[in-house]
Each structure stands twice: as C-alpha cells, then as structure tokens.
C-alpha cells in the first residue's frame, strides 16, 4: 500500500489525546500533559509522546508502532481514517518491502561490540554468535548497534538502531514488526523480551544449551511479533513472558497470554530487578544464582484432565468426605486483614504485627511455592516448604502452594485485604490421580497416561 507524503503528514498530526481515548484508553491529565495509565512513565500531548523510564518518544505513527505493534502503513491508516492508493507505475509492486534498507554497515563492529560488552555487560560469546550470522552489526554512519529482525526465509524485514552513546533508539524505515529480533530454535520453548537487549541479557543468565530453544524480543509490548512467530512455528507448546518488573510489563502479560492462540501454555518470568540486563548488571552480587524475582506459572493453559465434576470418576478416586470438595481445580481464597495476622499468629505462634506483604521467594517446577516471606509491621520472615506455606495460611490447610497473591484496600502501606487465587490440589509430585481417572474413562491406554505425566520417561518391559 502506498501513501502520500501529504496522507503521513495529516497521520502525523492526528491529536494523540483524541486518539488514546478513542481507542477505550485511560489516561490522567498532569498539568499541560495527559499520563496513560496503562504505561505510567509515559505522556502524551497534541502530537508528541514521551515514554520518560526510556528517555524516548516521537509523533503519533511512532506511537502507534510501538505500542500497538502495527507497521508504517498501518499506522498512517489508523490515524489519517484513509486507505492508501496502489504504488505508482513507477514503484514496483512489492512497495510494503522496498521501503525497507539495512543501514549501511560500518567497515567493523569494534564500537557496538564494545558497547554490548563494557557498556551492558553481555558476554562475549553471545554477542559473537550474533554478530556472525549478521543479525547485530554496527552501522556505518553514526556507529548505532543495528538488531535486525528475519523472516522464516532469512529474509532481513526489520531493524532497529540503538546509539552506543546517549539514548537514541530507532526502528529504521520500512520496518514490519511482525518480524522483530530473534533466535529461532527447534525446541517447542519461546521466551519473549521487550527489547534485543533484554534477550541477549536473559541468554547470558541462562546460558546452557542455549539455543535449542527460541527467543524473541517485541520491540516493546506489541503482540504482533509474538502472533506472528507462533503462526510460523507451530511447534511452540509454551510461552515464557519474559517483559520488565514494571506495570507495563505486567499489565502486557496479561493482554499477551489472552492473544495467545489456545493449546498453548503461558507463563511469566520476573526479573529480579526491572529487567534483564539490570540483572545481568548485578550478576557479580547474586551469589545464589538466583535471578528470578518470581516465577508465575499457567497464565494459560490447555484445558487439564482433572478439570472434571464427574461424580462417577471422583468417586474412584477420594474419599467420601473430600467428595465434597468442587473448586480443587481453580480457587480463591480472600483474608481482611485482621483474618490474615490473627491466622498467621495462630497456626505459626508467631506475632508479625500488620501483614504488609507476602512475597514469593522460591517456587517448584510445578509452579507451587516452597518459599515464601511474610513482611509484617512487628518482623518479617521467610517460612518453607509447601507444607508449612499451606497450613499458615489456612485453618486447615491449602489445597495447594500454587497460588498468587494480590492486594487491595491498602491505606498507609497497609493492605485491607489479601486474595489468594491458586491452582491444583495436592504436593504437585507425580501422576495426577484424578486426571489419570479421567483419562482412563476416556479411554485412553496406560502407557498413553504415563508418558502424559512423565513426559520425556520410557516404559520398558525388564522380566
């Protein structure tokens, strides 16, 4: 499709206050500025924009790049409201790609290496592996450190330019940010970032048998890098989100996890500072290895087995008196809190005062806590393992430790109310009983359950 100069310029126009709320967007007025609230850093006004965490902003096609993922000309129709014409006679037909040139490349990539390396502490063999296949170079004129972005073909279709100096950032013309920065792997694994950095950053913290899996980074929170690799690589069974420690980056997980197609597994890896490179900025003091500010499995997930009502199966399976229990699927569980320091006092002999937060500290592989810290107004401790995590916060105790907390009402630092929303019932070891009951009323064989829930195990017949 191609537009005018004069169309670019009306869309470069458009009032970006008009715009966000026309899209069903809150935004707060701070003086002269309005503040989104999904993005609390940035503000817009007239026609500009500004993202102040990044120190970046621009007209209203750049905004509508980057936030909402559509390329240049979807973007110069969204906010001129008019279709663009075909390409002159002149312009050959495939004018979406001839808009597109890589940045000429520098004679070496002495300065962006160095930048990568000294500057955000990426290590040298991974920067190397990039700089080999060309999909990080150093441009030629200003010395930018160029990531460039491939289709399934290895087709070059996006760039972006990062300065090695000050805070300059730039997709370069043409780009189509379906297909942004990547690393394409063969196993059935993707983790996503906001930006190339991040990704090199995680890649650097997690180094081991790196590339059998894929990485992708969105050039910020737009889905349409994500929906197109998974479109492309149908062998992709689970996401990781991988985005900032921020409430952008929370608030894209979620809207992520929706967009993702259905079958798939979502979940969310939280940096232990804002982002990735932050933690690989301070690995040298993280003497336990540990990198992770929490880990947030099932965001989505296909539909499980022992999701089942079936009084039949369940009574194959629990006693008569647990037959009563009906939300060991999904649950919730919502203390005030004086419910919640009179609980933690009673079942832990311990006085925490007012409780201020409950902070996962370490979790399983099946997502259940085995750490968790109680801030109270009176101490703060870290109480374990998934046993002793259950009967804390619980009369009796937890269906399981799989569960996040949320908090609401808070007045002076002090939450009104906890909600706890988990997940399974039971340790999280081993066969699912009553998922297994329920396969086996499918009529599914047993090896075909085993293999379901020891995946990767062999079953051979020894005598």
């Known amino acids: 499709m191609y537009y005018t100069q004069e169309q670019i310029d009306r869309a470069n126009q458009a009032d970006l206050v008009l715009f966000l709320q026309s899209q069903g967007e809150q935004l707060e007025r701070a003086g002269q500025e309005y ?24 007209g209203p096609v750049d905004f509508v790049m980057e936030f909402f993922g559509r390329s240049f000309t979807e973007a110069v129709e969204l906010l001129a409201g008019e279709k663009g014409a075909a390409p002159p006679p002149d312009r050959p037909s495939s004018a979406p790609l001839s808009d597109f040139r890589l ?17 955000r502490r990426i290590d040298e063999d991974v920067t190397g592996f990039f700089f080999a296949t060309g999909d990080i170079y150093e441009e030629a004129a200003h010395h930018n450190a160029v990531f460039v972005g491939r289709d399934e073909s290895g087709i ?10 000050g805070n300059f950032r730039l997709d370069v013309k043409g780009s189509d940010k379906a297909f942004n920065f990547c690393y394409r792997g063969e196993g059935d694994r993707l983790f996503v970032f906001e930006a190339p950095v991040d990704l090199l950053s ?3 913290l997690f180094k081991k048998a790196w590339q059998k899996q894929s990485y992708l980074a969105l050039g910020g929170v737009g889905e349409k890098a994500l929906l197109r690799f998974l479109s492309d690589r149908p062998n992709i069974k689970t996401v990781y989100l991988c985005l900032d420690s921020d409430q952008a ?33 301070h690995r040298a003091e993280i003497t336990d290895g540990k990198y992770l500010r929490e880990a947030i499995y099932g965001l989505k997930a296909p539909e499980s087995f022992c999701n089942t009502k079936d009084k039949k199966i369940l009574s194959q399976v629990l006693n008569n008196y647990d037959q009563e229990t009906t939300d060991f699927y999904r649950w919730k569980i919502e203390y005030k809190q004086d419910e919640l320091s ?97 396969m086996g009323e499918q009529g599914y064989p047993y090896d075909t359950i085993l293999l379901h829930y020891y995946i990767g195990a062999t079953i051979d017949k020894l005598y």
Request: glycine share 10%.
């Open 35 to 58: 503040r989104w609230k999904r993005h609390d850093s940035l503000t817009v006004w007239g026609n500009k924009w500004y993202r102040h965490s990044q120190s970046k902003g621009g």
């Open 103 to 119: 940045p000429p490349r520098s004679p070496d990539n002495c300065i962006a290496r160095n930048y990568l390396t000294a500057a």
């Open 156 to 165: 070059p279709r996006y760039a972006h330019q990062r300065g090695t100096a």
């Open 202 to 204: 995680f890649l650097c």
């Open 249 to 281: 980056g929370n608030d894209a997980c979620s809207r992520l996890a929706e967009l993702v197609p259905e079958g798939l597994t979502v979940h969310r890896l939280v940096p232990l500072y804002k982002d990735w490179n932050e933690v690989l900025q």
């Open 342 to 438: 009179e609980l933690i006092l009673k079942r832990s002999g311990i006085d925490y005062g007012q409780i201020l937060d409950l902070i996962p500290v370490e979790r399983g592989t099946s997502g259940r806590l085995v750490k968790l810290k109680i801030r109270g107004s009176k101490r703060t401790m870290t109480i374990g393992k998934e046993l002793e995590i259950r009967r804390t916060l619980s009369t009796s105790h937890l269906y399981s430790s799989a569960f996040v907390i949320d908090k609401a009402d808070i007045v002076d630092d002090v939450p009104g109310r906890f909600i706890l929303t988990g997940a399974g019932w039971g340790h999280g070891v081993g066969l699912c009983q009553i998922g297994a009951a329920v």
